[in-house]
């Protein structure tokens, strides 16, 4: 188990630097000056040099990664262009907010989404059981975004049920959780069919298994067969998924930010990358890049609690 660990970690640090240098390398080839946007039209070419130089511009692209890097190294991940605010401090704000809207989008998923499933698998080919298919099947087919504008079209402006933008009183807790439902289920809709379906088949794909049949012919109980043999085994793929979930949800969380109003990390890496401002881009990259592979890391560990089989392997490995 602790060799395991120590395989996964280093993997998670090859990984989170090489999709950190990738994207933030990306930003350099978007069309746009940052020092145009500070400036403004009516700047001087003197201007435009003295502040290109100020901000590390004049570098070649790779020494200014080596200097991100370098930095990242001493935990200083730059300052906002406009700002010149610490990115560290930019992105410790807008992060709870995120992480918060993550979590519950992929907390209702897993509260409506595997019982969904559940209930599928043990009345297979009944109404419900269609019912549930063809409601999975539209919100899978539903982007975040998409989900977004049309919960914001029902609730917030034609039904006046919950607000529409922004965080709420941070203060008031009954206030937050309010302006966190609309977001949260935007997020939260594709992947409650998602782990619908993939509940369903799961369950279904063990319950032909050769032990659960002994199990019967055992004279078990249908019940105590189901919950305790069956749905074990099923629920590893699901956990396997939940992981990728999460990375998807701090994805998703971009789009579902800039319809809320929210002040999130997605809304501030959004507002980076249309001012080129270099700095936030790449610390936003490498935050949600390590968020995404911390995610999986867990979704991987979880796996030797849910099958000591697994942990067996793993440890004779």
Not at 59 to 74: H, N, S, Y
Not at 278 to 307: E, K
Request: with cysteine.
């Amino acid at each position: 188990m602790l060799s395991y660990l120590i395989k996964r970690l280093g993997m998670t640090v090859v990984v989170v630097f090489l999709s950190t240098l990738f994207l933030a390398s990306l930003v350099h080839f978007i069309p746009g000056d940052p020092v145009r946007t500070i400036l403004g039209p009516r700047a001087t070419p003197s201007m435009s040099a003295r502040v290109r130089e100020e901000m590390g511009l004049d570098k070649p692209i790779p020494l200014q990664l080596l200097d991100f890097f370098t930095g990242v190294l001493r935990g200083d991940l730059g300052s906002d262009f406009l700002t010149h605010q610490p990115v560290t401090r930019m992105i410790g704000q807008a992060l709870p907010h995120t992480l918060i809207l993550a979590v519950a989008g992929l907390g209702l998923a897993i509260l409506l989404g595997i019982p969904l499933g559940i209930y599928s698998a043990a009345h297979p080919n009944t109404w419900v059981d269609r019912v549930t298919g063809i409601v999975s099947v539209a919100f899978i087919s539903l982007p975040a975004y998409v989900a977004g504008l049309l919960l914001l079209l029902c609730f917030a402006v034609l039904f006046r049920l919950f607000p529409a933008i922004g965080v709420g009183d941070r203060s008031d807790p009954v206030d937050y959780l309010r302006h966190l439902i609309l977001p949260s289920a935007a997020l939260a809709m594709l992947w409650i069919g998602y782990l619908a379906r993939l509940v369903r088949a799961s369950v279904l794909e063990v319950l032909n298994a050769n032990y659960i049949r002994t199990a019967f012919a055992y004279g078990l109980s249908e019940r105590l067969v189901f919950y305790k043999y069956a749905l074990k085994n099923a629920i590893i793929p699901t956990v396997a998924m939940l992981g990728i979930g999460m990375g998807s949800l701090l994805g998703g969380a971009i789009f579902v930010e800039v319809i809320f109003t929210r002040p999130g990390l997605g809304r501030l890496m959004f507002d980076a990358i249309s001012s080129r401002n270099y700095p936030v881009v790449r610390g936003g990259v490498l935050v949600t890049s390590l968020l995404f592979v911390l995610a999986n890391l867990l979704a991987d560990l979880s796996y030797h609690f849910l099958d000591p089989r697994i942990q067996y392997q793993e440890t004779r490995q």
